[in-house]
């Protein structure tokens, strides 16, 4: 039986907490009013992967778990009041709180949540979810009674208790699903601490108290006020006139001094590794880079050690790490790292190695183009990071630096030559981390467009293997094959700066932007 | 005149026709997908049957031509269809940013002529003076700026003299006055400042060019105050080349001050485009194209409306 709390709990590299906010006695009150640096395109946190929907939606809806973020990544109850695991996890039995009500007043049940999450595996012709792989091996939902829910799987899932704690599955009415299965993408009725106040398109979004809301006491807050704000100076400028009194997602280095600089100690700065990284892509369908050795070559000519102190300075990009984030419980420790192509600390070595490595291959005036997206941060400074180091090996690179859609689509239908790509993971899951690198069909993600048994094979494995050590093991094992081969390799992972007011108290900071973003907990401190 | 305003409105017909084909077709060369950007755009592990669904949920699998049928089809019933990214009406996404474009438009409309025509005529009235060298430093400043940078400076301005910035949601003009004037001066301000640039050295060199007419030395002949024979005579005619500039500026503020609304964060036309273009959103730009074009002609037959008014040589029959 594992019951909750049984995940080791570590809060990774969170540097300048403010430890303030745990002493204090919350007050009741105020209106906050934070920037969002971007707009949701819909309110359907199921068919959705960006923070914009969740920065958006989550004050006002409710999940089955979620992550206690103080001792991430540990979980606790949102919905559900307790739940037990089968030994054999292949059954999860949650007991919901009773009397929580929807913003419509209609009560929760263990349909809606049955509903939900029928939506989030299998939705109904014309409704998207971007979950139906993670809920694969849900078999049944049962609802023996209004407040118990019995997820009955199909295989064991080592990772299954925390995907029920991801920020994506808000609990819809199923009465409301029932009238219209896409009624979420256009209408918000949860069961969260805010009640959905108004959005005015293109300008912000505001919430108001949820009198009704199930945990007693909360929220503090009476109101807030998401304003979308995509221009960065526009958005630092408010930050410092107190227009806005928090940003979630991250600053740049440099944004942060200007902010430290400009505002003293009226500003909080918390900092965290964080659960996004960059990659460089090899297309293998493309000659020379349909040669291992050209990859490898490429791979071993970046000095990740020597350029994550550089980039620290200038770019959201810092922490050298493998397919896992560093630090994480489960990512390969510096002392295993190093011994990986394309992590060795001596760079001279890795360098002489990879201009023999390209001789062999017969191109050592290799040319190419290196398929970049015009987001400044942090693609721009890593494209021109790449350029050099492929300089010093006689490499000729171009940075072409491309629009969203135009650098998606390069990337997904395999017109490129070298691809600057990206992982976004929500938590440091490796069923979601390798999902990237399985094999050309088996994942959409997978912008290399290789084809490699083994790792499909290790990946499969390590799903189903229960034991953490055992699952470290086959993720390492999994790691060699993949940088040995250098189909594609995290270049580095992002560093998280999260600035505020420090009014703003009761936000926790985690290593992912789309955690912790319900406002239940939050309050000003004024 | 109003049979020569209704001709110039049919004409119209077949100008919209052909933009609303032009950009269509044009639009369906960039490369990209929506629904990729939608989608994947943030890294999500979406599989491509989801990918798959949604384009045809959107009416994208089908043939071009079918597209584009359907497309006209709706434009000849003023349905200019759903966002596809936001899946709302695209007339709905334009109004909530029409009111507050036009709003700047005009402000910095008023703010050009402000400017522009006392600056224009007292440097052409003392032509070679100090006076006019300082018009012509302001103006020629002016051009040199861009608005973009005159507003960043004005924000800076803003916020480390006075501690303070102007609200940054829109309120509407009727609801709340000072929340409304306060928020839009100050691009209006710096947006106005170059468009009044323009105009103010369009007024100068027409004046001066008029104030040597006959028509003018026959005036000041027959005794005429001065007074009356720069506003009657010559201002008059002076402007009609400013109005036509004003009329244009008009037109292309309502949809081209992109950076400028980045800068003041508001919510208006022009970050609507670039963000419409930024995520293949095929159908809001092909609404915000055919609304310009339509502002343009109206512009354009306004200001040929306006040249009868101010030139009594000028008829339209």
């Known amino acids: 039986m594992i019951r909750k709390g049984t995940m080791a709990l570590a809060v990774t590299a969170a540097l300048a907490f403010a430890g303030g906010a745990v002493a204090q006695t919350p007050k009741k009150g105020g209106s906050l009013t934070f920037a969002i640096s971007a707009e949701t395109p819909h309110y359907d946190c199921h068919g959705s992967d960006t923070y914009a929907t969740l920065h958006f939606a989550a004050p006002f809806y409710s999940t089955l778990l979620q992550f206690d973020l103080p001792k991430y990544p540990a979980i606790k109850g949102d919905l559900a009041q307790s739940w037990t695991t089968a030994p054999d996890q292949m059954s999860y039995t949650f007991k919901l709180h009773p009397n929580v009500k929807f913003a419509s007043g209609e009560p929760l049940t263990s349909a809606d949540v049955k509903a939900t999450y029928d939506r989030l595996r299998a939705p109904p012709q014309g409704v998207v979810s971007t979950r139906v792989a993670t809920f694969a091996d849900i078999g049944a939902i049962e609802t023996p009674d209004p407040l118990t829910v019995v997820f009955k799987m199909k295989a064991a899932n080592a990772a299954m208790l925390a995907h029920f704690a991801s920020p994506w599955n808000c609990i819809y009415s199923a009465k409301d699903l029932a009238a219209d299965a896409n009624s979420p993408k256009v209408k918000i009725n949860g069961t969260g601490p805010f009640i959905f106040n108004e959005h005015v398109k293109g300008s912000h979004v505001s919430g108001k108290r949820n009198p009704n809301y199930f945990k007693p006491g909360l929220p503090y807050l009476d109101e807030w006020k998401g304003v979308f704000m995509l221009q960065a100076a526009a958005m630092l400028n408010a930050l410092q006139g107190g227009q806005v009194l928090a940003e979630f997602r991250s600053l740049a280095p440099p944004e942060r001094d200007r902010m430290v600089q400009a505002m003293g100690d009226k500003i909080r700065i918390e900092e965290s590794s964080w659960t996004l990284n960059l990659l460089v892509t090899f297309n293998t369908e493309r000659k020379p880079f349909d040669d291992v050795r050209v990859r490898q070559a490429l791979v071993m000519a970046i000095d990740r050690w020597g350029g994550s102190q550089g980039l620290a300075r200038n770019s959201t990009l810092r922490h050298v790490g493998g397919v896992i984030r560093p630090g994480s419980p489960l990512a390969t420790p510096e002392a295993e790292l190093v011994k990986l192509p394309g992590f060795s600390k001596d760079i001279r070595k890795s360098r002489e190695d990879a201009r023999k490595l390209l001789r062999e291959a017969g191109v050592p005036d290799l040319k190419f183009v290196l398929h970049n997206r015009t987001i400044p941060q942090p693609y721009t400074p890593a494209g021109i990071f790449l350029v050099d180091q492929w300089r010093q090996i006689g490499v000729t690179v171009e940075n072409k630096q491309l629009e969203t859609a135009p650098y998606l689509a390069g990337l997904n239908s395999g017109n490129f030559d070298v691809a600057v790509d990206f992982s976004n993971l929500f938590m440091d899951d490796s069923s979601l981390g390798l999902t990237k690198y399985l094999s050309l069909g088996k994942s959409a993600e997978n912008r290399s467009r290789s084809v490699d048994a083994e790792l499909d094979s290790l990946y499969e494995r390590h799903m189903r293997e229960t034991d953490v050590a055992k699952r470290k093991q086959l993720i390492q094992a999994f790691e060699k094959r993949l940088f040995t081969q250098a189909y594609q390799q995290p270049l580095l992972w992002w560093h998280r700066i999260v600035a505020s007011h420090k009014v703003v108290m009761g936000w926790e900071m985690s290593p992912s932007h789309n955690l912790g973003q319900d406002l239940a907990q939050v309050w000003l401190n004024q | ?317």
């Open chain 2, 1 to 317: 005149m109003l049979r020569y305003a209704v001709q110039r409105l049919l004409l119209a017909i077949p100008t919209l026709i052909g933009v609303a084909i032009v950009s269509f077709f044009l639009l369906r060369v960039v490369p990209g997908d929506v629904v990729e950007v939608k989608l994947r755009g943030d890294g999500g592990a979406v599989t491509q049957e989801t990918i798959d669904m949604e384009r045809k949920r959107m009416g994208l699998d089908k043939p071009l031509m079918a597209q584009f049928g359907d497309w006209m089809l709706g434009l000849a019933t003023l349905n200019l269809g759903k966002s596809m990214w936001t899946d709302r009406p695209v007339v709905e996404e334009i109004a909530i940013r029409l009111e507050l474009s036009l709003q700047v438009a005009i402000m910095a409309s008023l703010v050009a002529v402000m400017l522009a025509v006392p600056l224009g005529t007292i440097a052409a009235l003392m032509r070679g003076t100090w006076v006019d060298y300082v018009v012509r430093i302001i103006t020629i400043a002016g051009l040199s700026i861009p608005s973009f940078w005159l507003g960043l400076m004005i924000m800076l301005m803003l916020l480390v003299l006075f501690n303070w910035l102007p609200p940054i949601t829109f309120t509407p003009l009727y609801v709340d006055p000072k929340a409304n004037l306060t928020q839009l001066i100050w691009p209006a301000m710096a947006v106005g400042y170059r468009y009044s640039a323009v105009t103010a050295r369009m007024v100068r060199s027409q004046l001066l060019e008029v104030m040597n007419e006959d028509y003018i030395r026959t005036a000041r002949a027959k005794g005429v105050y001065e007074k009356l024979v720069i506003t009657r005579h010559a201002l008059r005619n002076a402007l009609l080349p400013a109005i036509t500039v004003l009329g244009l500026e008009f037109a292309f503020l309502i949809g081209g001050l992109v950076v400028t609304e980045q800068v003041f964060n508001l919510n208006g036309i022009g970050k609507l485009f670039v963000q419409s273009v930024s995520r293949n959103d095929f159908t809001l730009i092909q609404g915000m194209v055919m609304m310009i074009a339509g502002f343009y002609i109206i512009v354009n037959l306004t200001i040929d409306m306006l040249y009868a008014v101010f030139d009594p040589r000028i008829r339209y029959r």
